[in-house]
């Protein structure tokens, strides 16, 4: 009979401590419910020390610090200055241009993208600061260039004709469609209303109208959606007028 009543009472423990280890359980998993992975992630990885910044506050310092500015143009805010080297495409009004897809595609794997393409991968950075660099890139928006009428500052190594000439097919070629100068045009493609002061060489601007994607890339170009059209049917002499033009957008 003792020995009954001990084993009840070991029993009884082995059934509260088994309940104790079931509800536990049980908060564990509602938890595991409740904080969605993403949360979950965030509370294991050390947050970013910008992570107490507005989202493109943020974006800004990743852009100047991740280097981008060593390879395009940009301004950094809008109506700010025109800052960067003129290795890839300028980035004024590439918001307009290319999706938050795209963009974070590009930075993780721009080979795959762009085959042979000459910029660097950022996939080593954080997942939230990849995010702020795409919201801040995809606020790239003509509201950051400049809305004054340029003053034509013709090179000597130009005649007025060629840039007379020039200006009239960058409206008939429908290069205005894409580009804005000034006041006028579409947003497409960068604001060229400087585009004088890119620091594009002649040979650079000749280049690119003839086959835009074959300044930026090695390898294969063929096949590659690129934004803008390629206008090697043109002829020499018009080809030049539209240098001409470009290369006295200066001021
Ligand atoms: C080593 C030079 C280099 C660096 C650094 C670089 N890029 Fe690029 N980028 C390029 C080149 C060249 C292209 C043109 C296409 C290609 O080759 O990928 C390009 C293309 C782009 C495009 C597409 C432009 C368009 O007209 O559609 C975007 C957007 C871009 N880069 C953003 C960035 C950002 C943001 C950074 C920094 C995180 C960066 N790039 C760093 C060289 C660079
Ligand atoms: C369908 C839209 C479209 C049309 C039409 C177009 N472009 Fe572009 N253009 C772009 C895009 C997008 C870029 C950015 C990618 C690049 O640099 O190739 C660009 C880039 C440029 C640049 C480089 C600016 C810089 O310094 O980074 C110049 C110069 C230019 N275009 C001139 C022209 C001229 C001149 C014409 C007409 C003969 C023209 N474009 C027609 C879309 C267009």
Request: some cysteine; aromatic content about 10%.
């Amino acid at each position: 009979m003792r020995g009954e009543r001990r084993y009840d009472w070991l029993l009884g423990l082995a059934l509260f401590l088994g309940l104790g280890v079931l509800a536990f359980q049980g908060i564990a998993l509602v938890q595991s419910f409740w904080h969605m992975p993403g949360v979950r992630a965030e509370e294991t990885h050390t947050p970013s020390p910008l992570a107490q910044l507005d989202r493109l506050e943020r974006g800004k310092l990743v852009f100047q610090a991740a280097g981008c500015l060593s390879c395009h143009l940009a301004r950094l805010e809008p109506g700010g200055p025109l800052v960067g080297f003129p290795i890839g495409p300028s980035l004024s009004n590439v918001g307009m241009r290319r999706d938050e897809r795209w963009l974070r595609e590009h930075y993780i794997n721009p080979h795959k993208l762009i085959p042979g393409s000459k910029m660097n991968s950022y996939a080593y950075l954080p997942s939230d600061e990849l995010d702020a660099l795409v919201a801040y890139v995809k606020s790239f928006t003509p509201t950051y260039e400049p809305a004054e009428e340029p003053k034509l500052v013709i090179p000597e190594r130009f005649t007025q004709e060629q840039v007379e000439r020039g200006k009239a097919l960058f409206a008939s070629q429908g290069c205005v469609g894409c580009h804005m100068i000034g006041k006028a045009g579409g947003v497409i493609g960068p604001n060229l209303t400087r585009a004088g002061a890119h620091g594009r060489t002649d040979q650079w601007q000749l280049q690119h109208l003839k086959d835009p994607l074959s300044v930026y890339v090695i390898g294969p170009t063929d096949g590659i959606p690129w934004p803008m059209p390629r206008y090697n049917t043109l002829s020499d002499e018009d080809l030049w007028a539209l240098v001409a033009y470009l290369q006295s957008l200066r001021e």
